[in-house]
Each structure stands twice: as structure tokens, then as C-alpha cells.
């Protein structure tokens, strides 16, 4: 009864944000419409998108899998008449890629290609990639940073490489990325960077003490970027994903704690589809946070903080609804802790029991 309830208020207080989403929909389609012909460079585990013959260009950082989200969002790029390419170091996973995304052109003048670059590699590499890139395809239209990895584990049983493994997949590779970008975007005036974090840069979650270090440091970043680049015409999405049915996910859940298992449990999982599209439309219409779900929308009312502003509506969303949010935010705390004293005193019996 005490969850219906939580889950009643808090719908209460963002239901208007969804009508008016409803309501605006046709202007999403409207505005995907201005992606044809372009140039989308998509990266997988390092991904990238262009357009030929047009004065923009797309480009998406992915995190491998074969249904990825930004798999997802280069595969609606191809469906919309965008030309695609790839990025990423393994060259079997780019043509297996390729192919599916080739699967889904929406004409006979799309072009599609792929590269391979390591983000966390040697800058100079990373920049010279983009630099041939851009030469070659045409100026960036959007930027989206997607990659991303978690290995699950408490601090302690963290080890040195785990650490270095996802600062680099998570933090560095999107710093270098945009680093190597970012000048001739503000040179152009115009355009989109998303950085794809996650909602764990919100709340620090049991057994991801390192992966939510990296997705704190992100969101610092976005914020920070945004101030840089708002003035030249660019602007910033910050993409915060809730749990997605991808392959590493389902990697990453065969070696989380059983705390962490179960705390990830109390929210819905959502598909690479769902989120793939929904990180789209807001960079589209300028949001700079980008999320799905009821618990994804009430963090960003909850903890919008300095964020920058680019919606009145969920400017008031924030305003009226951040203090019965931060109650609803206790609330589940106090769920989360239940479940890890629980763990905790489970095992202490059991161990207890076998040495009876």
C-alpha cells in the first residue's frame, strides 16, 4: 500500500510533464525529419555517424552489444535517411553492426562506412580520427557519448584494474571524445553534445561505489561544458539512463551483489528502444536532462541542483514538487538500507550456522 501510494504522488506531481510530451509529440517528428541526408557518425564501444552531401554531421559514441542504446539510436538514424558511420576497436563487432544497420536504409543514396579508434587511447589518435572525419563527411550536428560499463563489486573487492577499466570506458573516453570535437562545433555556431550518464549520477548505489564516481563526474562535466559552449550555439543533453535490457547489463547482473541485484529490482526495466529514442528527442528539442520512467524524471525534479534550465515546465516541476520528492527519496533510502541490513544479517547467520 505504502509503494501505491509513493507511486501515486510522485505521478501526480510529473503527469503534466507527459501530457505536454503527448501533446508535442508531432514536434519530435517534425524536428527528426531535419536529420535526412545528413551525416551521423555512431560509435560502438568507440562509434561513430556522418552525412553525405550535407552540411551537418551526426555522430553517437555506443557501448558494443547487438542491441545496445546507441545501437538503438544509429539504427533510427539510418531509418530516418541519415549516412552512417561507425567507430569502434573491434572490427568483427563494426561489419556485424554495418550490416544491420544497412538493413534499415530509407533510400538508395544513403552512404555507410566504419572506422576504428580507441576514445581512451592516445589523444593525438582520437583527435586526428575525428579531424579526417569531419574533413571528409562535414561539419558536427550532434555529438552523443554513450559508452559506458559497470563491474559490480564493493570497494574492497575492487581491484586496481576494475578502477582504471571503468575511468576510462566511462570518463575518459568521452572527455577525449568531446575534447577532440568540441572547437569546431562552437566554430560552427550550431549543434548537440550528449553525454550519456546514468541515474546513478544522482544517488551513490550499493556495489557501484567506482562506476558512480564516474557517472557523478560526468554530470559535473555536462554542467560545466554547457557554460562553455551555450554562448557559441551548442548545446549539452545529459542523458541519464535507468536500468536497460542490454547485453551488459545482462553481463554485468551475473556478478552484481545480492544487494545491489535487489536494489536494482525495486525499478522497472526498460529497453534499448525506449531509451535510445527518448535520448534522441530531448537532444533534438534541447533538454538538458534526458531520461525515462517515473523514478528517472522524479530524480531529475528531486536533484536538478545548478543544472542548467531549458524547460519552464520542468523548471515548476522542480520548484513545487523538490521538497515531497526529497521525502519519496528518504523514503526508498530507507527501503535500500532495509535491504542491505537484511543481506548483511543473512549472512552472519549463515556463517554463524556452519560454524555451529
Not at 140 to 148: D, H, K, S, T, V
Not at 161 to 170: A, E, G, K, P
Not at 331 to 352: A, L, T, V
Given at each position: 500500500m505504502e509503494?501505491?501510494?509513493i507511486?501515486?504522488?510522485?505521478?501526480g506531481?510529473?503527469?503534466?510533464?507527459?501530457?505536454?510530451?503527448?501533446?508535442?509529440?508531432?514536434?519530435f517528428?517534425?524536428?527528426?525529419?531535419?536529420?535526412?541526408?545528413?551525416?551521423?557518425?555512431?560509435?560502438?564501444?568507440?562509434?561513430?555517424?556522418?552525412?553525405?552531401?550535407?552540411?551537418?554531421?551526426?555522430?553517437?559514441q555506443v557501448?558494443?552489444?547487438?542491441s545496445?542504446?546507441?545501437?538503438?539510436i544509429?539504427l533510427?538514424?539510418a531509418k530516418?535517411?541519415?549516412?552512417?558511420?561507425?567507430?569502434?576497436?573491434?572490427?568483427?563487432r563494426?561489419?556485424?553492426?554495418?550490416?544491420?544497420?544497412?538493413?534499415?536504409?530509407?533510400g538508395n543514396?544513403?552512404?555507410?562506412?566504419?572506422l576504428?579508434?580507441?576514445?581512451?587511447?592516445?589523444?593525438?589518435i582520437?583527435?586526428?580520427?575525428?579531424?579526417?572525419?569531419?574533413?571528409?563527411?562535414?561539419p558536427?550536428?550532434?555529438?552523443i557519448?554513450?559508452a559506458g560499463?559497470a563491474?559490480?563489486g564493493?570497494?574492497?573487492?575492487?581491484s586496481t584494474?576494475?578502477?582504471m577499466?571503468?575511468i576510462?570506458?566511462?570518463l575518459i573516453?568521452?572527455?577525449?571524445?568531446?575534447?577532440?570535437?568540441?572547437?569546431?562545433?562552437k566554430?560552427?555556431?550550431?549543434?548537440s553534445?550528449v553525454?550519456t550518464?546514468?541515474?546513478?549520477?544522482?544517488c551513490?548505489?550499493?556495489?557501484?561505489?567506482?562506476?558512480?564516481?564516474?557517472?557523478?563526474?560526468?554530470?559535473?562535466?555536462?554542467?560545466?561544458?554547457?557554460?562553455?559552449?551555450?554562448?557559441?550555439g551548442?548545446?549539452?543533453?545529459?542523458?541519464?539512463?535507468?536500468d536497460t535490457?542490454t547485453?551488459g547489463?545482462?553481463?554485468?547482473?551475473?556478478?552484481?551483489?545480492l544487494?545491489?541485484?535487489?536494489?536494482s529490482e525495486?525499478?522497472k526495466?526498460?529497453?534499448?528502444?525506449?531509451?535510445?529514442n527518448?535520448?534522441?528527442q530531448?537532444?533534438?528539442?534541447?533538454?538538458?536532462?534526458?531520461?525515462?520512467?517515473?523514478?528517472g524524471?522524479?530524480m531529475?525534479?528531486?536533484?536538478?541542483?545548478?543544472?542548467?534550465?531549458?524547460?519552464?515546465?520542468?523548471?515548476?516541476?522542480?520548484?513545487?514538487?523538490a521538497?515531497?520528492?526529497?521525502?519519496?527519496?528518504?523514503?526508498?533510502?530507507?527501503?535500500?538500507?532495509k535491504i542491505?541490513?537484511?543481506?548483511?544479517s543473512?549472512?552472519?547467520n549463515?556463517?554463524?550456522?556452519?560454524?555451529?
Amino acid at each position: 500500500m505504502e509503494h501505491i501510494m509513493i507511486a501515486f504522488i510522485s505521478f501526480g506531481i510529473i503527469v503534466l510533464s507527459f501530457v505536454l510530451a503527448t501533446i508535442f509529440k508531432h514536434k519530435f517528428i517534425a524536428k527528426k525529419k531535419c536529420l535526412l541526408g545528413r551525416h551521423v557518425i555512431v560509435t560502438q564501444n568507440c562509434y561513430n555517424v556522418f552525412s553525405s552531401g550535407a552540411l551537418y554531421f551526426l555522430f553517437f559514441q555506443v557501448t558494443g552489444g547487438s542491441s545496445g542504446i546507441g545501437k538503438c539510436i544509429a539504427l533510427e538514424a539510418a531509418k530516418i535517411g541519415a549516412n552512417v558511420t561507425i567507430v569502434a576497436r573491434n572490427k568483427n563487432r563494426l561489419c556485424s553492426a554495418l550490416d544491420e544497420i544497412k538493413e534499415q536504409c530509407s533510400g538508395n543514396n544513403q552512404r555507410f562506412n566504419y572506422l576504428s579508434v580507441d576514445l581512451a587511447g592516445d589523444y593525438s589518435i582520437v583527435e586526428k580520427t575525428f579531424n579526417n572525419a569531419i574533413e571528409d563527411m562535414g561539419p558536427l550536428y550532434m555529438f552523443i557519448n554513450c559508452a559506458g560499463m559497470a563491474i559490480c563489486g564493493t570497494l574492497e573487492e575492487s581491484s586496481t584494474n576494475d578502477i582504471m577499466q571503468m575511468i576510462n570506458t566511462n570518463l575518459i573516453s568521452t572527455i577525449q571524445a568531446t575534447k577532440a570535437i568540441v572547437n569546431k562545433m562552437k566554430q560552427n555556431g550550431y549543434g548537440s553534445i550528449v553525454i550519456t550518464s546514468s541515474l546513478a549520477s544522482f544517488c551513490g548505489i550499493y556495489g557501484l561505489s567506482v562506476y558512480c564516481a564516474t557517472k557523478f563526474a560526468l554530470r559535473g562535466f555536462a554542467e560545466a561544458l554547457s557554460m562553455e559552449t551555450k554562448n557559441f550555439g551548442v548545446k549539452v543533453t545529459l542523458a541519464l539512463p535507468p536500468d536497460t535490457d542490454t547485453p551488459g547489463y545482462t553481463n554485468e547482473s551475473k556478478n552484481k551483489p545480492l544487494e545491489t541485484l535487489l536494489i536494482s529490482e525495486t525499478a522497472k526495466l526498460f529497453t534499448p528502444e525506449e531509451v535510445g529514442n527518448k535520448i534522441l528527442q530531448d537532444a533534438l528539442d534541447g533538454h538538458f536532462f534526458s531520461t525515462v520512467g517515473l523514478e528517472g524524471h522524479m530524480m531529475t525534479f528531486a536533484c536538478a541542483g545548478m543544472a542548467p534550465n531549458t524547460s519552464y515546465l520542468e523548471l515548476i516541476c522542480q520548484v513545487f514538487g523538490a521538497g515531497i520528492l526529497r521525502l519519496i527519496t528518504v523514503y526508498y533510502q530507507s527501503i535500500f538500507d532495509k535491504i542491505i541490513k537484511k543481506c548483511k544479517s543473512d549472512r552472519e547467520n549463515i556463517k554463524n550456522n556452519k560454524t555451529l
